[in-house]
Antibody, heavy 121, light 107 residues
Framework: QVQLAESGGGLVKPGGSLRLSCAVS????????MSWIRQAPGNGLEWVSS????????YYADSVKGRITISRDNAKNSLYLQMNSLRAEDTAIYYC??????????????WGQGTPVTVSS | DIQMTQSPSSLSASGGDRVTITCRAS??????INWYQQKPGKAPKLLIY???SLQSGVPSRFSGSGSGTDFTLTISSLQPEDFATYYC?????????FGQGTKLEIK
């Protein structure tokens, strides 16, 4: 059974830092691309970042580029999101998700429960 | 960036109704569109991928269609558990983008 569990969220002051983690189980972590997607309170979904199975290819949304770093440890079955220079607009629930590829389509069939990040003074 | 525009933003319907939600992409995305359902306080759930492929375990009353720029998600006969918010998402190119959501409410 595929499971993803985020942790590390919390309250942080503007300009502060936070590191989110996503522990996975139930599948071979090193075979899959992984992503972070966030949802601001009362708002829609926003893709944040994706990382390839080996970690060699990384993508970021422009809204977080230069402030956020995605990484993974395949030996520990864990995905990370290091967030620096946090702003009020980064306040959101952060989800990790496993990507599937079927034919040429890519999609997220597995999501964690989310971890809340609040940026406020 | 590719903009995904859903319509309507909200919709009231009754159990047993047939419901269609539309998503329009700002440029052609072939069939690189996925649909998700989200209930309050929960993570999104994948319903449809690649425009028309039903995710395993999703009831067959859900279906998707379209290609290019215009896509639809159809629920053939609404069940109580279907009242939720629905999002389309394009996976054609980075940055992946979502529609703004369609909230399906009980009439």
């Amino acid at each position: 059974q595929v499971q993803l569990a985020e942790s590390g969220g919390g309250l942080v002051k503007p300009g502060g830092s936070l590191r989110l983690s996503c522990a996975v189980s139930g599948f071979t972590f090193s075979d899959y691309y992984m992503s972070w997607i966030r949802q601001a309170p009362g708002n829609g979904l926003e893709w944040v970042s994706s990382i390839s199975s080996s970690g060699s290819t990384i993508y970021y949304a422009d809204s977080v580029k230069g402030r956020i770093t995605i990484s993974r440890d395949n030996a520990k079955n864990s995905l990370y999101l290091q967030m620096n220079s946090l702003r009020a607009e980064d306040t959101a629930i952060y989800y990790c998700a496993r990507e599937n590829v079927g034919g040429s389509a890519s999609y997220w069939p597995h999501w964690g429960q989310g971890t809340p990040v609040t940026v406020s003074s | 960036d590719i903009q995904m525009t859903q319509s309507p933003s909200s919709l009231s319907a009754s159990g047993g109704d047939r419901v269609t939600i539309t998503c329009r992409a700002s440029q052609s995305i072939s069939t690189y569109i996925n649909w998700y359902q989200q209930k309050p306080g929960k993570a999104p759930k994948l319903l449809i991928y690649g425009a028309s492929s039903l995710q395993s375990g999703v009831p067959s009353r859900f279906s998707g269609s379209g290609s290019g720029t215009d896509f639809t998600l159809t629920i053939s006969s609404l069940q109580p558990e279907d009242f939720a918010t629905y999002y389309c998402q394009q996976s054609y190119t980075i940055p992946f983008t979502f529609g703004q959501g369609t909230k399906l409410e009980i009439k």
